[in-house]
């Protein structure tokens, strides 16, 4: 079964960057979507930013020109570079893998990792 575990998070002021990890138990490099999406407190989960296979990014409008999607094969590794942290951006930060493989569709969550970000 594949796992995720993110890391990077933490307690940063606001202006700060934070450079989030999420490093799979198996090979990305036919991974279809991976995504990073966010939980805000009192607030639904939201898609953070988006990358496809093919290079494709998606990314939501209030971190577009801060944030980065990044991937690195090799490490089976998704980064998120987050720069000109601003307290919204605080919350849990989750990484997605879709997958398909054998006939089915599958969803791959991580748990998580926390960011704080003060005023």
């Known amino acids: 079964q594949v796992q995720l575990v993110e890391s990077g998070g933490g307690l940063v002021q606001a202006g700060g960057s934070l450079n989030l990890s999420c490093a799979a138990s198996t090979s990305i490099s036919s991974i279809e979507v991976m995504v990073w999406y966010r939980r805000a407190p009192g607030k639904q989960r939201e898609l953070v930013a988006r990358f496809t296979l093919g290079g494709s990014t998606k990314y939501a409008d209030s971190v577009k020109g801060r944030f980065t999607i990044s991937t690195r094969n090799t490490e089976n590794t998704v980064y998120l570079q987050m720069n000109s942290l601003k307290p919204e951006d605080t919350g849990v930060y989750l990484c997605?893998?879709?997958?398909?493989?054998?006939?089915?569709?599958?969803?791959?969550w991580g748990h998580g990792t926390q960011v704080t970000v003060s005023s």
């Open positions: 997605h893998l879709g997958h398909f493989a054998r006939g089915r569709w599958y969803d791959i």
